[in-house]
């Protein structure tokens, strides 16, 4: 009889202690579930590094873990002269509705001043809705800015040139900005039939504040009309570009001019000549 109820007992502890590990385990997988159906507001990338003249883009992941949908009013604290943006499927919008347990995502622009300096600015984002506010901390770290200018030593964009001939036009490509720009590409459209080439052909490395001597060669075609074309050369990488429109005046050759004045009297002459002989008669 003492051995049964002691195998009893053993046996009501085990079956005590496994209903416990099941209390622990649901009241555990309770409260991952309860924490999971929580509200938040994230972002893939919370530190972005770009130009002052270049958009930051945040791509961000807002969900209702509540049990209603709600709507949301989205706001973002930027320095003066700062711009912001939201984007829900493409759209720019302030405010949005999500259904209950949903997950929405949701694009932030950021636009810096063109006169920001570079440095890290903290950007605190906010979704209200109601009493619920969901934060979120992004970072945009200011490198500079691109610039590109493209003109000549004396700003001059004009000159002469006779057809059939060459000009040689010094071109000058000047890094304004504050980030070095490399891979800087030179290009020309030119009228129908004419060719130009650069020495050299492109820019691989220019520093800010930086400048750069390129010679564009000009070739015009024979027989070219008299009168005043344009050209307009390109200089340009992936971050910026910058054009210079040339103009070139075309004027017709000394001996192309005299054998023309020599057709005409020529053709004074043989008028005459035919008056005179047949004009009698």
């Given at each position: 009889m003492m051995a049964y109820k002691t195998q009893f007992n053993r046996t009501k502890r085990k079956v005590y202690a496994v209903l416990f590990?099941?209390?622990?385990?649901?009241?555990?997988?309770?409260?991952?579930?309860?924490?999971?159906?929580?509200?938040?507001?994230?972002?893939?990338?919370?530190?972005?590094?770009?130009?002052?003249?270049?958009?930051?883009?945040?791509?961000?992941?807002?969900?209702?873990?509540?049990?209603?949908s709600r709507i949301y009013d989205l706001n973002a604290q930027i320095p003066d002269g700062w711009s912001v943006?939201?984007?829900?499927?493409?759209?720019?919008?302030?405010?949005?509705?999500?259904?209950?347990?949903?997950?929405?995502?949701?694009t932030v622009q950021i636009t810096p001043s063109p006169v920001a300096k570079p440095g890290k600015y903290e950007i605190p984002v906010t979704a209200v809705s109601g009493n619920d506010t969901l934060k979120l901390q992004l970072e945009a770290v200011v490198k500079g800015s691109y610039a590109l200018q493209l003109s000549t030593p004396t700003g001059l964009l004009s000159d002469e040139v006779t057809e059939g001939d060459e000009k040689k036009i010094q071109l000058v490509?000047?890094?304004?900005?504050t980030i070095a720009l490399n891979d800087i590409s030179l290009s020309a459209q030119s009228p129908a039939q004419w060719s130009t080439t650069f020495e050299p052909t492109k820019i691989a490395h220019l520093e800010p504040g930086k400048t750069e001597n390129i010679v564009a060669t000009l070739k015009v075609p024979d027989k070219t009309i008299a009168g005043d074309y344009v050209t307009t050369f390109s200089a340009q990488n992936s971050n910026k570009s910058a054009t210079a429109s040339f103009r070139v005046t075309v004027k017709t050759s000394l001996l192309s001019g005299w054998i023309g004045i020599l057709i005409i009297l020529l053709a004074i002459g043989a008028i005459y000549y035919l008056i005179r002989k047949y004009g009698r008669r």
């Amino acid at each position: 009889m003492m051995a049964y109820k002691t195998q009893f007992n053993r046996t009501k502890r085990k079956v005590y202690a496994v209903l416990f590990f099941f209390f622990l385990a649901g009241a555990v997988v309770a409260q991952k579930k309860s924490a999971s159906s929580k509200s938040s507001f994230t972002a893939q990338l919370i530190n972005i590094e770009n130009a002052a003249n270049a958009t930051f883009s945040y791509n961000t992941t807002l969900h209702n873990g509540s049990r209603e949908s709600r709507i949301y009013d989205l706001n973002a604290q930027i320095p003066d002269g700062w711009s912001v943006a939201f984007r829900v499927e493409g759209s720019q919008v302030s405010s949005f509705n999500i259904d209950s347990n949903r997950t929405q995502s949701v694009t932030v622009q950021i636009t810096p001043s063109p006169v920001a300096k570079p440095g890290k600015y903290e950007i605190p984002v906010t979704a209200v809705s109601g009493n619920d506010t969901l934060k979120l901390q992004l970072e945009a770290v200011v490198k500079g800015s691109y610039a590109l200018q493209l003109s000549t030593p004396t700003g001059l964009l004009s000159d002469e040139v006779t057809e059939g001939d060459e000009k040689k036009i010094q071109l000058v490509v000047t890094n304004s900005g504050t980030i070095a720009l490399n891979d800087i590409s030179l290009s020309a459209q030119s009228p129908a039939q004419w060719s130009t080439t650069f020495e050299p052909t492109k820019i691989a490395h220019l520093e800010p504040g930086k400048t750069e001597n390129i010679v564009a060669t000009l070739k015009v075609p024979d027989k070219t009309i008299a009168g005043d074309y344009v050209t307009t050369f390109s200089a340009q990488n992936s971050n910026k570009s910058a054009t210079a429109s040339f103009r070139v005046t075309v004027k017709t050759s000394l001996l192309s001019g005299w054998i023309g004045i020599l057709i005409i009297l020529l053709a004074i002459g043989a008028i005459y000549y035919l008056i005179r002989k047949y004009g009698r008669r």
